[in-house]
């Protein structure tokens, strides 16, 4: 629930996180496991069960589905082969969450920017905005390889923030996973974390460190004048 010690501020700029904040790419992002998976001659997973992982990035849904980890040798392979299956399937099902699209309209009629900040490559990310329409909405898009390091690295945000020549403290930041809220404290920026995305059952939002949880996108909305 939003922290009503953080509302309503006068926000320069809204960034989002894209995977589980944005837009819900579970279901793709699944998909793609499950054709490797099926190369492989194992079963699919349940879609449940991989949606807790899809915030994390092959890392964690190599984990899921192969049980393996970044240090193993054949890591290297199997993300390469992830990669190329969800890069051909990014946009059958992935949609904004419910209640995201009036939260953009408002903000844009509000005369509030709003941009992209996410660990997702570039080669997924700009066609998956393209596909989602909004591309030409988006006042910037920081991607995972925009930048020499990402997030939690405060570095994506603060260029960002640069990008649009707004006051970092006067940008709100928007995420789902831990690493967000580190990102946005140390570029000292206000967060929120979406509660309605790819948390799993260990995290614990409430101790980030960060300014509200949000039940729905249309909680955001709160936190506005």
Same mark, same amino acid.
């Given at each position: 629930?939003? &922290? ?6 006068? =926000?320069?700029?809204?960034? =989002? &996180?894209?995977?589980? %904040? ?8 699944? !998909?793609? @496991?499950? @054709? ?21 990035? %092959? *890392? ?5 589905? =192969? ?17 190329? +299956? ?15 699209? %009036?939260? @953009? ?21 700009? *066609? ?16 995972? &390889? %925009?930048?020499?390091?990402?997030? *939690? ?10 990008? @649009? ?7 709100? !930041? ?21 509660? !309605?995305? !790819? +948390?799993?059952?260990?995290?614990? *939002? ?20």
């Amino acid at each position: 629930m939003p &922290d009503e010690s953080a509302r309503p501020r006068a =926000f320069e700029a809204v960034l =989002f &996180d894209l995977d589980g %904040t944005l837009a819900d790419t579970a279901l793709d992002l699944g !998909y793609a @496991l499950n @054709l490797q998976r099926a190369r492989h001659g194992l079963p699919p997973m349940d879609a449940q069960t991989v949606r807790p992982h899809a915030s994390h990035g %092959t *890392p964690g849904l190599l984990g899921i589905g =192969f049980g393996i980890s970044p240090d193993d040798a054949s890591f290297r392979t199997l993300r390469e082969e992830y990669l190329a +299956l969800y890069e051909a399937n990014l946009s059958r099902k992935t949609r904004l969450f419910p209640g995201m699209e %009036t939260v @953009l309209e408002t903000l844009e009629q509000k005369g509030i920017r709003w941009g992209i900040v996410t660990n997702k490559p570039a080669r997924f990310t700009l *066609p998956l905005l393209e596909a989602l329409n909004l591309s030409a909405r988006a006042a910037c898009v920081i991607s995972g &390889d %925009t930048c020499r390091n990402a997030k *939690p690295h405060p570095e994506p945000l603060l260029r960002a923030a640069q990008q @649009l020549g707004a006051d970092p403290a006067r940008c709100l !930041y928007v995420g789902d996973a831990e690493r967000d809220a580190q990102a946005a404290r140390a570029a000292g920026m206000p967060a929120i974390i979406a509660g !309605y995305g !790819y +948390l799993g059952a260990g995290d614990q *939002p409430e101790r980030w460190g960060v300014d509200g949880i949000l039940d729905a996108p249309a909680d955001l909305l709160t936190f506005l004048p």
